[in-house]
């Protein structure tokens, strides 16, 4: 019974550890309750722009301000080999205001992205 | 007097493979079900496709949906119309010529649901084209 007990373990930990980690990778917020697009194609990101409802910019699980946002978007393009090959995904709460979301398009905009993706959820 | 050298306590020890490879296939499989389960933050939720344009106010833009706050409720402005359903909106969209894209011009005061819907509803309409402009 040893062995299986041992594995029975490492399994529960293994579960609980994981669960929390992909837990603790998403910020919370509710997006906009919309179907989204047909497309079978998901492309990786490479930045995720978290905009909760009270505005706060979320990038890495880290608080940022518009100008660090900056800097983190150039290492983002560098790291993807151009900004059109880069595609961020904006998570913006359906609750927050759209301005902070206008502010945020701007940013990316102006280090050259053109490809943006909204972020949606599907109605429960 | 022979003492039976044969007997149980002599045997070799075996070392039963069973229960580990059981145990590894297990494993195995987890992992790779749960590999493919896996997604990371980008790819968990469906999204929307938008071009960004220029906040300046263009002339030439062909079509122009703006999505702004009257007397305090969200609404979607077509030309001269202002449509405040969802369904509305789709079928005056639908009218659209959709080979031209679609500008979104999104104003301040309103909720980021409000723009999605918009978005939402221009690519239902059939508008492969959707550019946001973030509007002063």
């Known amino acids: 019974m040893t062995p299986m007990i041992d594995i029975v373990f490492q399994l529960l930990i293994f579960f609980l550890v994981t669960a929390q980690m992909a837990e603790q990778t998403r910020a919370k917020m509710n997006l906009p309750q919309e179907r989204g697009e047909d497309t079978t194609e998901r492309e990786q990101a490479g930045l995720t722009v978290n905009v909760l409802a009270d505005g706060r910019i979320v990038v890495n699980d880290a608080e940022v301000s518009l100008e660090a946002l900056d800097a983190l978007v150039d290492e983002a393009i560098q790291i993807a080999g151009g900004a059109d090959r880069l595609k961020p995904l904006v998570r913006a709460d359906r609750d927050c205001d759209a301005a902070r979301l206008n502010e945020v398009f701007q940013r990316l905009g102006s280090r050259g992205l053109s490809a943006i993706r909204l972020a949606t959820e599907r109605g429960r | ?136």
Not at chain 2, 7 to 28: H, V
């Open chain 2, 1 to 136: 007097m022979r003492f039976n050298r044969r007997g149980g306590s002599d045997r070799k020890p075996e070392l039963n493979l069973a229960s580990m490879i059981d145990a590894t296939f297990l494993l195995l499989s987890f992992f790779i079900f749960t590999t493919g389960q896996g997604q990371t933050e980008s790819k968990l939720s469906p999204n929307l496709r938008v071009e960004r344009g220029t906040d300046a106010k263009d002339d030439l833009e062909p079509q122009v949906l703006e999505v702004l706050r009257v007397d305090g409720k969200p609404v979607f402005r077509l030309g001269s119309s202002d449509i405040d359903s969802r369904e509305q909106l789709l079928a005056a969209l639908e009218a659209l010529p959709q080979e031209k894209g679609l500008f979104v011009r999104v104003y301040g005061g309103i909720e980021v649901g409000s723009a999605a819907t918009a978005i939402q509803c221009a690519r239902d309409a059939g508008f492969e084209t959707v550019t946001y402009v973030p509007a002063k």
